[in-house]
């Protein structure tokens, strides 16, 4: 879903609605299994910082240095913030 919701309102230029309507005519299901998309919840997931790019030296401010270390600085990457509550093993 984000991908097409890239590519579509990104690079075609369409409107998140129009990506709203075609997504249950595709019959692309949400993460609940529901066929009823809102452009709400599309704005709300394409704005996550998963997936804005960010660079080794952004990441390094928040992640160890070790994890920044085996980036590669001519890239960029996403980042998913773990909640505390999922512990570490």
């Excluded at 019959?27 to 997931?45: D, N």
């Excluded at 928040?62 to 999922?86: F, H, N, T």
Aim: aromatic residues 8%; glycine residues 6%.
């Amino acid at each position: 879903m984000v991908r097409r919701t890239f590519r579509t309102d990104g690079v075609e230029g369409e409107r998140l609605y129009k990506v709203a309507c075609t997504l249950p005519r595709e019959r692309v299901p949400t993460s609940t299994g529901k066929q009823a998309w809102s452009e709400i919840f599309i704005r709300k997931v394409i704005k996550q910082d998963v997936y804005k790019p960010n660079t080794v030296k952004e990441i390094a401010k928040i992640a160890s240095l070790q994890v920044a270390a085996r980036l590669d600085p001519e890239k960029q990457y996403g980042l998913v913030m773990v909640p505390s509550s999922w512990g570490h093993h």
